[in-house]
């Protein structure tokens, strides 16, 4: 007779018994874990057993309640999400500390259940280890063989900036949401990189593509999917990660027959895209029989992400940028005169303009800083052990190195809360670099797309406001413009009309 039916407990009574020891077990674990000296975490709120801190965490506008805990448990502390010890770090000093001179150790890519399902550790974003850093290598160097940062970047972009006027110019000073056309937009300078070639904003698969995009920007950091991310087996009751899922599926369908169509016609002799370059690596694997990197799961990961990152950062800037000089019509008019001054309303603006043109690269620059497009940075990880500002981080813990924080730093910005283009002017009003101003990072991870974003973002905004002037549509005024952001996996404005009067001649 076992020691439990000695004891003629009732099932129920032996099962409710037995969850109490498992959950009491756990519990003096954590708690053991989280005091301990030997292990010396950063300091933190008591997690409960199973759930960490969840019952805690606002996951509508995480960023800002991870700045207030800072002000309880210090700019490096550490949260459970679930039962993931995280590590979050808040502020401009301690974000760099961590990326820049911690750079081996912060520079692995957070393991998210959503995106480990999809991408499978291939490709760039959600890639780990030597796969990763393979992979990286290779699209920064084809990139700029296919003119990343140089002149022939920025002629597509001046070519695109062309078929982008005339669909604004197309709506005649009526009210307009200008999203999928500025995804669309930002979408051709990578298609034209990537494939060698733009598309019609009307094109059925750029547009599913676009969709696509869009969507799992919304939906990839959704707090469903925060939940299903920390609690997979809660996911036959949420619906947001599927949609996701199903989102990647379709892409990866447009992306095999795209790959078939490249593969028949590619020529070692006459490599014109970054896709090509990637098949005629691939057959160089195939000769030697290694296949290690250049298969099919890197290139629908590598596809996918630069599509992703490529399109919807740089046009939800834009956004920002619309509303923003609505919201401010004195600072829409400097621009306009600095513009109308630099380069007149009879040509295109080009990159060499900007360094005569401080205003409007200040607002270029504010602009970013106040859309903080990635609220909480994309999650890292820790490599290896990690002592950190007398803390000790073991390897593989979840790092979030919060990009708010950085970007609205009280002690980095003057008037953080405020859109100021001062923050990036001197008493001369010549154009001051920020070191705080990292909207794409920092470190071992940082965004491999800064330069060409850059140049879009310039390029785009100065000829949308050379040729345009932008207002809310009648009856709307400046004041009743919502600046909230809606927060996803990146930080958009909510959704707005605006109206495009071309300015004389
Ligand atoms: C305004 C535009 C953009 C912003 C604000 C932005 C910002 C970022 C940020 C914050 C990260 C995460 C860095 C980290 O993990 O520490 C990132 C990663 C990345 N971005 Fe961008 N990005 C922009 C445009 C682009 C463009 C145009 C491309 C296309 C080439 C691109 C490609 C990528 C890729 C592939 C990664 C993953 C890097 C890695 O994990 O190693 N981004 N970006």
Wanted: glycine share 6%.
């Amino acid at each position: 007779m076992s020691v439990l039916s000695s004891l003629s407990l009732p099932n129920s009574d032996i099962l409710l018994a037995v969850l109490l020891v498992v959950v009491l077990v756990a519990a003096i674990h954590l708690f053991i874990l989280k005091r301990t000296s030997i292990c010396k975490l950063p300091p933190g709120p008591t997690p409960l057993p199973l759930i960490g801190n969840m019952h805690t965490l606002d996951l509508k506008r995480l960023d800002k309640h991870l700045m207030k805990l800072a002000d309880v448990y210090g700019t490096v502390y550490t949260i459970y999400l679930g039962n993931r010890r995280t590590v979050v770090l808040i502020g401009y000093d301690a974000v760099k500390d961590a990326l820049v001179n911690h750079a081996e150790q912060f520079a692995e890519r957070s393991h998210l259940t959503v995106f480990e399902t999809t991408a499978k550790g291939n490709g760039i974003i959600f890639g780990h280890g030597e796969s990763w850093k393979q992979m990286r290598r290779f699209t920064l160097s084809t990139l700029r063989d296919f003119g990343m940062g140089k002149n022939t970047t920025e002629d597509r972009i001046i070519e695109e900036t062309g078929h982008l006027i005339k669909v604004f110019e197309s709506y005649q000073g009526q009210p307009f949401d200008a999203t999928f056309i500025l995804n669309s937009a930002a979408s051709n300078i990578l298609c034209s990189m990537v494939l060698g070639n733009r598309f019609d904003y009307k094109d059925s698969t750029f547009l599913t593509l676009i969709r696509i995009v869009h969507e799992n920007a919304k939906f990839g950091a959704s707090p469903k999917t925060q939940l299903y991310n920390i609690f997979p087996f809660l996911g036959f009751l949420l619906s947001d990660h599927k949609k996701v899922i199903e989102n990647i599926k379709e892409f990866h369908v447009i992306l095999k027959n795209v790959y078939n169509e490249y593969r028949s016609k590619v020529c070692k002799d006459n490599v014109r895209s970054y896709i090509e370059a990637f098949i005629i690596k691939q057959q160089e694997e195939d000769l030697k029989n290694t296949n290690l990197y250049f298969h099919e799961g890197n290139y629908l990961s590598l596809m996918t992400n630069l599509f992703s990152a490529g399109t919807e950062t740089t046009s939800t800037t834009l956004l920002w940028g619309l509303l923003l000089m609505m919201k401010f019509p004195h600072i829409q008019k400097k621009v306009h005169e600095e513009i109308d001054a630099v380069i007149g309303k009879q040509r295109n603006p080009r990159m060499d303009d900007r360094k005569n043109m401080p205003y409007t690269d200040a607002v270029v620059h504010e602009i970013q800083r106040v859309a903080n497009v990635f609220p909480l940075n994309l999650l890292h990880e820790t490599t290896m052990d990690t002592h950190f500002r007398g803390y000790f981080i073991p390897k593989g813990t979840q790092v979030i190195p919060v990009l708010t924080s950085v970007l609205f730093d009280s002690t980095q910005w003057e008037t953080p809360e405020e859109f100021n283009p001062s923050h990036f002017l001197d008493s001369n009003g010549k154009f001051l670099k920020k070191d705080a101003f990292l909207p794409f990072s920092a470190g071992r991870r940082i965004c491999p797309g800064e330069s060409i974003a850059k140049m879009e973002l310039f390029l785009f905004f100065t000829t949308l406001f050379q040729t345009f002037c932008f207002c809310p549509p009648p009856g709307i005024s400046a004041s009743d413009l919502d600046l909230t952001p809606v927060i996803g996996l990146t930080s958009s404005p909510k959704h707005f009309k605006v109206c495009a009067l071309k300015r004389g001649t």
